[in-house]
T-cell receptor, first 112, second 111 residues
Framework: GAVVSQHPSWVICKSGTSVKIECRSL??????MFWYRQFPKQSLMLMAT?????????EQGVEKDKFLINHASLTLSTLTVTSAHPEDSSFYIC????????FGPGTRLTVL | QKEVEQDPGPLSVPEGAIVSLNCTYS??????FMWYRQYSRKGPELLMY????GNKEDGRFTAQVDKSSKYISLFIRDSQPSDSATYLC???????????FGDGTTLTVKP
């Protein structure tokens, strides 16, 4: 099946720094990718829809200036958490697909 | 009220048991219904994918969708310890569209 990768798999950073997470579709092209966030023992919450060549669409309550999304090519979307704070610590997961959604392995962000 | 409600669990069953996992939803526009399995600290893995109402079987797994009742189920027959994981239901309006997830049910199958 189709593969979606994420990098890094985990990251620890200091409060106030910015962190970039990459999501790649390895064997197919994705005009749309989705970014989710999952807190411990909770479900996946959609943050935004990443659109290749245009602006991302953010879900209600998600700060677009804090979570910057860039979908510069048909195989790569990046999520940058700017000025990260401890409350941004979470598991970030992307997905992509044409006939079905394939999820990446996730990136665990810990902000100290 | 959440758009998707999932029986919370956790569930603990003996090996070989039949497991039933269930979700209800409120948005009648949902057309695509998915079940994912998620192991700790991993991304979700698609198990079953159903369009509209009906049943779908894949090995030991059977997915049922009843759109009239806004109710979906996943049945696992002859459950194995390797089935121990968190199971998430998800729904979307369009094929491969953004999904709305249930909160997940954690299943433990004891040998």
């Amino acid at each position: 099946g189709a593969v979606v990768s994420q990098h890094p798999s985990w990251v620890i950073c200091k409060s106030g720094t910015s962190v970039k997470i990459e999501c790649r579709s390895l064997d197919f092209q994705a005009t749309t990718m989705f970014w989710y966030r999952q807190f411990p023992k909770q479900s996946l919450m959609l943050m935004a829809t990443s659109n290749e060549g245009s602006k991302a669409t953010y879900e209600q309550g998600v700060e677009k200036d804090k979570f910057l999304i860039n979908h510069a090519s048909l195989t790569l979307s990046t999520l940058t958490v700017t000025s990260a704070h401890p409350e941004d610590s979470s598991f970030y997961i992307c997905s992509a697909g044409t006939n079905e959604q394939f999820f990446g392995p996730g990136t665990r962000l810990t902000v100290l | 009220q959440k758009e998707v409600e999932q029986d919370p669990g956790p569930l603990s069953v003996p090996e070989g048991a039949i497991v039933s996992l269930n979700c209800t939803y409120s948005n009648s526009a949902f057309q695509y219904f998915m079940w994912y399995r998620q192991y700790s600290r991993k991304g979700p893995e698609l198990l079953m994918y159903t369009y509209s109402s009906g049943n779908k079987e894949d090995g030991r797994f059977t997915a049922q969708v009843d759109k009239s009742s806004k109710y979906i189920s996943l049945f696992i027959r002859d459950s194995q310890p390797s089935d121990s994981a968190t199971y998430l239901c998800a729904m979307s309006l369009e094929v491969a569209g953004k999904s709305t997830f249930g909160d997940g049910t954690t299943l433990t199958v004891k040998p």
